[in-house]
Nanobody, 128 residues
Framework: QVQLVESGGGLVQAGGSLRLSCLAS????????MGWFRQAPEKEREFVAA????????EYTDSVKGRFTVSRDNAKNAVYLQMNSLKPEDSAVFYC?????????????????????WGQGTQVTVSA
């Protein structure tokens, strides 16, 4: 059974930092793109960041560029999201996701439809 488990969420003041982790089990994702999404109350889930299987190509939504960094450790079957300069509008449940298909080196999907496995989410709350 494939599982993605996020951790690292919490309550932080505006301007602070958090590091989210996502550990996968049940299969390896070393040849698969992985991503982070978030969903704020009464809003649709949105793309945050994606990383290719090799770990050196990334994509970000515009609102987090320069503040968030996605990375991965294939030896640990894990993906991370370092979040700096957090803003109240970043408050949301953050989800990690994995593509089941082996992707090309350039594959960093932004669409939810491209991901097959999802974690349960971790809450991030940023106070003003």
């Amino acid at each position: 059974q494939v599982q993605l488990v996020e951790s690292g969420g919490g309550l932080v003041q505006a301007g602070g930092s958090l590091r989210l982790s996502c550990l996968a089990s049940g299969r390896t994702f070393s040849r698969n793109a992985m991503g982070w999404f978030r969903q704020a109350p009464e809003k649709e889930r949105e793309f945050v960041a994606a990383i290719n299987y090799y770990g050196d190509r990334t994509e970000y939504t515009d609102s987090v560029k320069g503040r968030f960094t996605v990375s991965r450790d294939n030896a640990k079957n894990a993906v991370y999201l370092q979040m700096n300069s957090l803003k109240p509008e970043d408050s949301a449940v953050f989800y990690c996701a994995a593509d089941s298909a082996t992707g090309s080196y350039y594959w960093t999907p932004r669409s939810e439809a491209e991901y097959d496995y999802w974690g349960q989410g971790t809450q991030v709350t940023v106070s003003a």
